[in-house]
């Protein structure tokens, strides 16, 4: 790398606007009217780390976060192995996990449906 440049391999969300739309139900958990601590940005990896705070508080109804728990968690390693991927600058191994990703918050969205 050089003395002022450096280059880093990282993931973003193409278009937030499509959270809300693919994940309504765990948007709806995540950020509620009058949510006054929304981040600024609305991607998936924001939805994944305030839904566990809001579930870690208790913010979120216990039979609920009881049932999403364990999805939840799975979401939250996975978005660790993809923080692993891409500091190894495996950006193959990072595509994949961002699948299993999306594929897990599919079936959390499932979930909280089942209110």
Same mark, same amino acid.
């Given at each position: !790398?050089?003395?002022?440049?450096?280059? +880093?391999?990282?993931?973003? @969300?193409?278009?937030?606007?499509?959270?809300?739309?693919?994940?309504?139900? %765990?948007?709806?958990? @995540?950020?509620?009217?009058?949510?006054?601590?929304?981040?600024?940005? +609305?991607?998936?990896?924001? %939805?994944?780390?305030?839904?566990?705070?809001?579930?870690?508080?208790?913010?979120?109804?216990?039979?609920?976060?009881?049932? %999403?728990?364990?999805?939840?968690?799975?979401?939250?390693?996975?978005?660790?192995?993809?923080?692993?991927?891409?500091?190894?600058?495996?950006?193959?191994?990072?595509? !994949?996990?961002?699948?299993?990703?999306?594929? @897990?918050?599919?079936?959390?969205?499932?979930?909280?449906?089942?209110?």
């Amino acid at each position: !790398m050089g003395k002022l440049l450096q280059v +880093r391999v990282s993931v973003f @969300t193409v278009d937030p606007d499509q959270v809300e739309v693919r994940w309504p139900e %765990l948007s709806g958990l @995540t950020y509620p009217p009058g949510h006054e601590y929304a981040p600024a940005k +609305r991607g998936v990896l924001e %939805l994944i780390d305030t839904l566990r705070a809001r579930v870690d508080a208790g913010a979120v109804d216990a039979g609920l976060a009881a049932r %999403l728990r364990p999805g939840l968690d799975k979401a939250v390693a996975q978005v660790s192995e993809l923080d692993g991927a891409l500091a190894a600058w495996k950006a193959d191994e990072a595509r !994949m996990v961002t699948e299993k990703i999306e594929d @897990t918050l599919d079936a959390l969205e499932d979930v909280a449906g089942s209110k």
